[in-house]
């Protein structure tokens, strides 16, 4: 929360446009804070931590400051070819003569509804010729569905506040945890400064905590920020909360959690909600979003714990919608080994048979079981998610990959429509239509869109032919 003279929102960086190094502050300093005592109990080694040598981090510039960068400056470019986005335009499926004829003739200029009529040929070079309208249209949908998932974005990511200082003030909010997880504790803390205020948390290591990995909370302090990735903010002096319930300064989160996926695991088991597979569905699509990060900087996480999964109520929605999932295990992220791109696909899948059969735990579910879930299937989208925690067993498939998979089984397009020669492309433009027709009509009657509706945003804004074809061969084939 905050005063309505907050800074203005520092937009997602897309990961393959980053052009130069990330700034590193102080990291020494916040690593001495979040490494636990040696009196805390030895880790046990992770299934990706066999490199004796692991690659180092992007060379660092170290400054004399106790805050950690808000926005860095924009890092490099991932190496891992498959993690790449091919252009949107492509999965319009019109030929180059068409594509021609879609664009405007004036780039300056936008057509909108208000648009005159006698100005429709810059956009349209022949109102006679249908299909060249048609192939205009779709480029327009497309525009206005990356045009509205941008807006939502900024809803949902906006109130960052701007960076560390000396002059800023904190107040301690509760004298208990507001959050238990696997291996911190969770405090809401107000910063205030001159013009605004801001609620955070100060994440406190539990005594006898495992040793998180440096390599993992160094990569944490030198992302750019992303909805589904937990942001480093600075450390509260010990001086700043003299009341405060531990013991030294405690490292500074933006995003303020509410709980763990465990305790929503816990609080769904006796009453198992109708649209419980839906919202286990986008919950695991927002890991393999945070995931694929990961791997597009080439690290992995060596263990899935639902206790260590945060989730938070995005900004500007309803406590009781789809919550945000924040990955905030930095302490288990180790280096990719070369040639692993698919490490997180069988975590993953035990994940998933986790969250469909509540009380099984992904440890509890040995590689070679076969993917029945502790509960019966109660409707086609559980099937469909059993058969692909089958087949992440089998392929190993990229985050990425999953991530499409996922988005297949909540929006389409289905099996039917598997197999070459298909109309993909042709789907893609009718589900954009429709889904621009569908917030429109939630809009005319006082509908506010969330979360589900901007992930949805970004599929169809992000989705491909061949993107599309790669999830049906990963689901059915």
């Known amino acids: 929360m905050s005063s309505p003279e907050l800074p203005p929102e520092t937009p997602e960086p897309d990961p393959n446009s980053e052009s130069t190094q990330p700034t590193y502050s102080n990291l ?66 019109v030929d180059k003569s068409q594509e021609d004829k879609a664009r405007p003739a004036s780039p300056s200029e936008e057509l909108t509804f208000s648009t005159p009529d006698s100005e429709l040929g810059h956009f349209f070079q022949d109102l006679h010729n249908s299909e ?49 997880s696997g291996d911190a504790l969770y405090y809401r803390v107000v910063q205030v400064d001159e013009d605004s205020w801001h609620i955070l948390a100060a994440k406190v290591p539990k005594p006898g905590a495992v040793v998180p990995n440096a390599w993992g909370l160094e990569l944490q302090a030198s992302l750019h920020p992303h909805f589904n990735l937990q942001s480093l903010y600075g450390l509260v002096p010990a001086s700043a909360l003299p009341a405060a319930p531990w013991q030294g300064p405690a490292t500074l989160v933006v995003e303020v ?24 569905a ?40 789809l919550p945000r999932l924040l990955l905030a295990d930095f302490g288990r992220v180790r280096p990719l080994p070369t040639g692993s791109q698919g490490a997180h696909a069988l975590p993953l899948s035990c994940l998933l048979r986790a969250l469909l059969g509540p009380g099984v735990t992904p440890t509890d579910t040995p590689p070679d079981l076969g993917p029945t879930p502790g509960t019966p299937t109660d409707s086609p989208l559980a099937a469909g998610l059993e058969h692909l925690a089958a087949r992440l067993r089998v392929l190993r498939p ?68 061949s993107s599309l074809a790669r999830a049906l061969a990963l689901l059915w084939d």
């Not at 809803?155 to 959050?179: A, E």
């Not at 959690?257 to 286990?280: G, I, K, N």
């Not at 569908?438 to 945003?457: H, I, V, Y």
Request: charged fraction near 20%.
């Open 28 to 93: 020494g300093e916040i690593r001495a804070h979040l490494l636990p005592s040696k009196a805390c109990r030895p880790r046990t080694p992770g299934s990706l931590s066999t490199d004796p040598q692991p690659p180092p981090l992007p060379k660092k510039t170290l400054t004399r400051t106790q805050s950690l960068p808000i926005q860095g400056t924009p890092g490099p470019s991932p190496t891992h070819v498959g993690m790449s986005r091919k252009p949107l335009l492509g999965s319009l499926s």
């Open 132 to 180: 060249a309208v048609h192939a205009a249209l779709a480029v327009q949908q497309l525009a206005s569905v990356s045009t509205i998932h941008a807006r939502l974005r900024a809803r949902f990511t906006g109130g960052r506040p701007g960076p560390c200082s000396p002059g800023h003030n904190f107040r301690l909010l509760d004298n208990s945890p507001y959050v238990d």
């Open 257 to 280: 959690p509410e709980r763990t996926v465990a305790q929503w695991l816990a609080e769904v088991a006796a009453s198992r909600p109708p649209d419980f597979a839906r919202a286990a």
């Open 282 to 321: 986008l919950l695991l699509l927002q890991l393999s979003a945070a995931l694929e990060r990961l791997e597009a900087w080439g690290a992995a996480l060596t263990e899935l714990r639902p206790e260590n999964l945060l989730l938070a109520t995005p900004r500007g929605c309803a406590a009781t919608g």
């Open 398 to 465: 990229s985050a990425a990959g999953i991530r499409d998979a996922l988005r297949a089984l909540l929006w389409g397009p289905g099996p039917a429509l598997r197999g070459p020669g298909t109309p993909l492309g042709s789907w893609l433009r009718v589900r954009r239509a429709l889904l621009i027709l569908r917030l429109a009509e939630q809009a005319a009657g006082g509908e506010t869109p969330g979360l589900e509706d901007w992930l949805c945003c970004e599929c169809l804004a992000e989705a491909t032919e």
